[in-house]
């Protein structure tokens, strides 16, 4: 091929990378990160607290004078960054290939790589992190130690995570001999202040949960992310779409190049100093602070695909044949993912646009907005035009040593809240400084929820009204009328709330718990919150931890009082009627509490019933009736009692209210609804009715097979619905 065609497809396949990288690029909202970038840029250049070096918000900040903080405009700078690294990995590997058929295919490869390309699309440092290191492979390669020690200092300050390329970039300059000892220590002596104020914010700020690093997570995170393929844990494509070929496809062809590649002294230099190294260094310093994402590896992601691009280079010479088969099993990997982070985005990034726009068109004038947790100000204050929220609490950035409990969050509400009707609570990140919804029960007390909105990235809007504010009691046991029930040790159950009135059956029961801790608890206390009719028949739980996932009773502090909100919901199908709330808080096998509540009455629900479930094709089929699932819940057992939900549909007039089921020997005859067994149902109606059964005594696989009727009716044949594989 003439150079002149060489070049053109190189020109093309930058524009690719750059297409790729600026299509729909202001169609998600700004994340959470990536409006806290907006704000510090806009405000303060650098926060001393935060764990990431200034250079990045300052150069965001001259760019926003030039562009605005639109959605588009301000990621343009991540992909600009982006693009420039596709060039430089390219020249880095055609200068080491010394052929055009090996800068082409560095360009395709990194013009593609959803890593890179998920990256490049977010107002964040990690892009212009890779277009750092990217230079200093092409230094590396071009021995241009100027420019090596240029790139290496102005990614110390744009992401401490360079520091871990420092040991690699010093062992490849070195190699040169004495005249390079002025140049490595002139990176040294530039990289120590970095590192002294990385050290400095590692042992100080709380923004990591205490522990270890665990290798099985590392491992998790890397698999969800697709092998680096994506900036979030559990980013996985759509459903149907060819993940796990496309994942085995791309390992294949990634593991060939990477093997070709190997063999040149140069990349096999570069893959040791450059990603494996820098790899360790990093996993090390995190050994002790348990987080770990994809995107801290953005520099050492460099270091190994360079030797790829080269094997496949190598291959594409030798064997030209073998070009479309690794293109097609290349476009397999790669397909699925980008479906996701050119079209999808916007379902997984924090939706503060929506959420921010929601409450300031609905928010009433004497309504207050609070959010939890507080350090999320930056990205609620981007998109905000006419509030100013209450932090709860007011952390300039993330600290899981601050979780609220009652004696924290009451008197800010009590200052913040005189004369308002209301308030809507924004939670993001609550999971960290509110496990336990003290805040959601704290206003749960002084009013009622009357609304929720849910937006993607994990994002709730509440909304609570009051007639008129009433000050939460600076002692909490007022709250609930007497001092408390000791259930353990070192617990007392101070109470409980429940909403009056009737509640409709597709919203979630809400049950407000006070608890006082006297001294240390032991890990694990978990609470199970229970939905049940007053003949007994369970139709909801809800079991979790005491105080919420991320803050187990052992970190709670004593002597505390802590006010919890646990929500239960109804079973799809659910009747109308009275029913009895039921608490138990349990450790293990240990018992604690098992409290019966104040009965509640559920009315039919606002809307109709909607699940996919009910659409699918019918699993067995009378006249007028269709089965269309099955639900075991649990997990069968020889001997031992299992719950059995069926999912009917009503498409005419049956000719039976009674159904039998049989797993083996074992067999039931009962009304459809146990709850309702004499209604007869009608066309257009969906159920989902439980029941209990029984396994056999001897394991194996059986057939859950269903029939309509009584024993007594012999039209209604048996039907096999479902397999039920019995364990010991």
Partial sequence: MKRGLWTALSLILLGLAFGLRVYRLGAASFWYDEAFSIDLARNQVWQPLEAHPPLFYLALRLWMTLTGPSEFAARFLSALAGTLTVALFAAAVARIGRSPIARTVALGLAATLPFWIWESRETRMYAMLGLWTALVLYGVVRDAPRLILFAALAGIYTHYAMLWMVPGILILGLRHGP???????????????????????????????????????????????????????????????????????????????????????????????????????????????????????????????????????DAVRRARGAFLPALAAWGLFVLPALNWTLVHAEQVKDDWRSAVRTVEARKGSEEAVVLVSGFALPAYRVYARATTPIPLPADPVVDVRHVLDYEAAAPVLNRALVGTRGAWLVQWGDEINDPAQVVAAALDWIGDEIETFAFAGGLRVRHFVWGEFHPLPEEPEALFGHPGQPIGPNLIWLGYGLPGGTLSADRPLSVIAGWRTTGPLPAGLRVSLRLEREDGTLWGQWDGALGGETWDTARWPWPRVILARYGVEAQVGTPPGRYRPRLVVYQGDSVWLAAQLNPVDLAPPQKPYQDPRWEKSPRAQWPGLALTHVDLEGEPRACQPLTLALWWRVDGTPASNQVRLRVGEA??????????????????????????????????????????????????????????????
């Fill in 179 to 313: 005249s390079r000892i002025p140049w490595a220590a002139a990176l040294l002596a530039g990289a120590i202040p970095g590192a002294l104020h990385a050290l400095w914010v590692g042992s100080t700020q709380g923004a990591f949960w205490p522990g270890t690093l665990d290798l099985g997570r590392i491992l998790m995170t890397l698999w969800q992310a697709q092998g680096l393929q994506a900036r979030m844990a559990g980013f996985v494509p759509p459903d149907g779409s060819p993940w796990i070929p496309g994942l085995i496809a791309g390992a294949g062809v990634a593991g060939t190049g990477l093997a070709l590649g190997l063999r040149r002294r140069t990349a096999r230099s570069m893959f040791l100093a450059m990603s494996l190294l820098p790899l360790m260094v990093g996993l090390g310093l995190l050994y002790r602070s348990p987080k770990f994402h994809p995107h801290y590896f953005i520099g050492a992601a460099a270091g190994f695909w360079l030797p790829i691009a080269l094997g496949w280079a």
């Fill in 667 to 728: 067999r039931i005859t009962e009304p459809w609804n146990l709850a309702q067994p004499d209604r007869a149902w009608g066309p257009g109606e969906q159920w989902r009715t439980r029941h209990s059964l029984r396994m056999p005594c001897a394991p194996g696989r059986y057939a859950l097979e269903v029939a309509l009727g009584g024993e007594e009716d012999s039209w209604g044949m048996w039907q096999t619905a479902a397999t039920v594989e019995v364990r010991p």
